[in-house]
T-cell receptor, first 113, second 111 residues
Framework: NAGVTQTPKFRVLKTGQSMTLLCAQDMNHEYMYWYRQDPGMGLRLIHYSVGEGTTAKGEVPDGYNVSRLKKQNFLLGLESAAPSQTSVYFC????????????FGPGTRLTVT | GQSLEQPSEVTAVEGAIVQINCTYQTSGFYGLSWYQQHDGGAPTFLSY????GLEETGRFSSFLSRSDSYGYLLLQELQMKDSASYFCAVHSGAGSYQLTFGKGTKLSVIP
């Protein structure tokens, strides 16, 4: 099992460009999450999904959109990137979403210039 | 909303014991988790406490006091590889689908 994988690992964007980050998990987990992590900060939840076809906003959703068309995939989109979105993005998944541990992907380091 | 407080940095000697504290303010508290993150790596799960008391997993233990809105992570027999950032995170809200993380404690283990 690969666990949770993220594509790409690194990306540099110009302000105003768009991109999609892909998260895939092969553990048949129902719940998936997108976080961002900035220096000196903990992880902040952007959006999450409790099942195929469902998404919900987290703590910092502005400027991002998500889709969960297939259970194993959770996509994070930036329609018009801004320098404030420079961050490391982590995807995570879990079986139930409560006390179960969240399994994290390796992260995507995004720089917006 | 939720807020968590934990020390930003801790330094300890190899072989010693270190305690990392976490205090929280939240509505609808369901439990407290701890995660470890090495530089450049992904967070990995260490422990979860829903009830008051101590949970032990090998060299690591985690404690929770719901009445004091307080928890800690205890690392024993410190090894150099324990140098990492440690995050406490609260499970809260309807269905407790969401985790809110603290800003993390950077632990440096010195010889």
């Amino acid at each position: 099992n690969a666990g949770v994988t993220q594509t790409p690992k690194f990306r540099v964007l110009k302000t105003g460009q768009s991109m999609t980050l892909l998260c895939a998990q092969d553990m048949n987990h129902e719940y998936m999450y997108w976080y961002r992590q900035d220096p000196g900060m903990g992880l902040r939840l952007i959006h999450y999904s409790v099942g195929e076809g469902t998404t919900a906003k987290g703590e910092v959703p502005d400027g991002y959109n998500v889709s969960r068309l297939k259970k194993q995939n959770f996509l994070l989109g930036l329609e018009s990137a801004a320098p404030s979105q420079t961050s490391v993005y982590f995807c995570a998944s879990t079986v139930r979403g409560s006390e179960d541990e969240q399994y994290f992907g390796p992260g995507t380091r995004l720089t917006v210039t | 909303g939720q807020s968590l407080e934990q020390p930003s940095e801790v330094t300890a000697v190899e072989g010693a014991i270190v305690q990392i504290n976490c205090t929280y303010q939240t509505s609808g508290f369901y439990g407290l988790s701890w995660y470890q993150q090495h530089d450049g790596g992904a967070p990995t799960f260490l422990s979860y406490n829903a009830l008051d008391g101590l949970e032990e997993t090998g060299r690591f233990s985690s404690f929770l006091s719901r009445s004091d809105s307080y928890g800690y992570l205890l690392l024993q027999e410190l090894q150099m590889k324990d140098s990492a950032s440690y995050f406490c995170a609260v499970h809260s809200g309807a269905g407790s689908y969401q985790l809110t993380f603290g800003k993390g404690t950077k632990l440096s283990v010195i010889p």
